[in-house]
């Protein structure tokens, strides 16, 4: 310890993110042995929600909505030997593994029937998880190091300003303001204003009675508002509309019902007739039926970590287009093409040939994209049956190219598009295009490492990351699991569920009264409906977040949001703040950096990519990436900047 005073914090914040940063100041107090010096450490946590479950993970919550990541996934507390030991907690997955054993008396009936057929590899629903936050919350206040002290502040923080000898004043919407010495900024997901076109369908909706449902978290909506028996349209076909999906048919009574090889839905005539829209006119991709988080029998051969090492021993600041999408490309095509030769022996005449031609075609020797494409090309026309080819791009857009005479002959082709995805799915490791899709995933886990505190040039974060690549790889390696895309099919099949087809323009019929979303790829009309619901997340985007806090810290220009450069050099303001690591503190108006304000999770989506998705627990035999618990060791280094250590 640098001094042997009080120390006084406030953790606004308290979800996930927030409840890491407390775990990681219990076990770096402890670790010092701090009380031993006569110091103190108080800690004040602001959350208008509970603490642990934070906003999204409320254990109350519908179990209709599942986590996007399996039982053996996520974790709260790290696992790196190097950080300080946890004083309580576990993962995830061992703390399912010992309710199972022995379950807590204040458990639900609902969680102890959820957990008692909950496997390692299952989905859990979002309040289980909740559930197994608040619990590891609970066991950290048990064991509390002596001279440490927590109060919880179940209210919004409205504002944070300098009260002068380097302390801070949080005020709160009820309640004495807070006097701290240090400040973290946990904030999560946050709602924000509407954008143009919302706004116009908002009022409009206001003015012809009509019934509009923004960006939302999805148990923030209250679904009975949705009428039965009409139509509704739903824009969005990716993570969100899976839960709306839910809600509208099994959250009303609906069943799905197994029938020999195909599922069924058996409607309770509650239901609304979705027509759901996207800009792909396709869901997101469903995952792989898989024994790990990623597929084991692929590596990566060019987008590797010694790859990427290169670069910075050279001191270039690689591009994403240029320097790191065609290893990456490289891999996911040689994981398509090796699984195929693996799987499907007959598909090719001479494949121990094919897959040496291939591995030299893609040896990165050559100086331009063209170069290799053009002969990876070659080979794979000399060998490959043009069936069996792959088109990566195409992947993410299935209906691309592809014009349907009218909204039922656009329906089928959804449908079977579904059901071929979630017969790929069930293959695992043995599919082919699953396989190409758990390359990105692998390769995914390292760009993050990469591409972090500017590790890429803000030209092709802009343009190339945040431009194209990241709604591809989400379209194809963040889909639901393949239950959701068969069920799906099932309702498409009922009639419960249509779809308007790719690049749909919406707007509203004034003299009809209703709001209308039309394919320009589709013949037959436009799709109508009173109701509209956004299956869309609120914009993670600080400038445009609608928080208090935020507002006044932008205002006050002791926040601003990043800047970044296109190509042609105009500005464009980025995501998330502008900040410094490490630990990550935020730049004032005036380019000078708070040393005793924190930033964690979403709010760094300029420096950072993939901020949303929960910490990973370390799996037994499978790859170890360090982006896996990075949110863990920025928690930890904030608590070590706060305890001067």
Known sequence: MVTTQSIRTVLIGAGPRGTSVLERLLANWAAAGAATSGAGLHIDV????????????????????????????????????????????????????????????TLTDDERAELAVLRAGDFPSRALYGRYLRSTLEE???????????????????????????????ELADGAPLTADSVVFALGHLDSRLNPEQRQLHAAAAELGLRYFPPAAPADVDWS?????????????GLNFFDVMGQLTEGRGGKFVETGEVLEYVPSGQEPLIIAASRRGTPYRAKAALEGYYPASVSLKYFTRVAMQRFETTGIVPAFDHDLWPLLHRDALWAYYSTLVRSEPDALADSAAFLKELDEAMHPHAHTTVKWEEAVRAVVESHVREEDRIDLLSLAAPLAGRSF????????????????????????????VKMAIGALHHGRAVLKSVVADGGITDESWVAGLRGWFESFVEGLASGPPALRAEQL????????????????????????????????WVDGGAAEARTMVEALAPANRVSVNES???????ADGIVRPRTMMTVEGTPVQATGLDVR?????????????????????????????????????????????????????????????????
């Open 46 to 105: 602001v959350d208008p929600y509970p603490a642990g479950p934070g906003h999204v993970w409320q254990p109350g919550q519908s179990r209709l909505y599942l986590m996007n990541t399996q039982s053996f996934y996520p974790t709260l507390i790290p696992e790196d030997p190097q950080l300080a030991a946890p004083l309580a907690g576990t993962t995830f997955d061992r703390w399912r593994e010992c309710r199972q054993q022995d379950p807590l008396p």
């Open 140 to 170: 950290l206040l048990a064991v509390l190091p002596d001279g440490v002290t927590v109060d919880f502040h179940e209210t919004v923080a409205t504002a944070a300003r300098p009260a002068g000898d380097g302390k801070f004043d949080v």
């Open 225 to 237: 508002d949705v009428p039965p028996r009409e139509p509704v349209l739903v824009r969005g076909m």
């Open 405 to 432: 005479s009218s909204r039922a002959e656009l329906d089928a082709a959804v449908m079977d598009y579904l059901l071929d995805d979630a017969r790929r799915s069930a293959r695992g490791e043995d599919d082919p």
């Open 489 to 520: 099919a099932a309702l498409a099949q009922a009639g419960v569920v249509s779809f308007v087809g790719p690049d749909p323009k919406f707007g509203v019929d004034r003299k009809a009264g209703l709001f209308t979303a039309v394919s320009p």
């Open 548 to 554: 208090p806090l935020l507002e006044q810290l932008l």
């Open 581 to 645: 690591p490490h630990p990550y503190r935020p730049v004032a108006a005036n380019g000078e950096v708070a040393h005793r304000l924190f930033v964690l999770g979403l709010q760094l989506s300029a420096t950072q990519w993939g901020t949303a998705i929960a910490a990973e627990a370390v799996q037994q035999g499978g790859p170890v990436y360090p982006s896996g618990q990075r949110t863990l060791r920025d928690a930890d280094e904030i608590a070590r900047a706060i305890l001067h250590l």
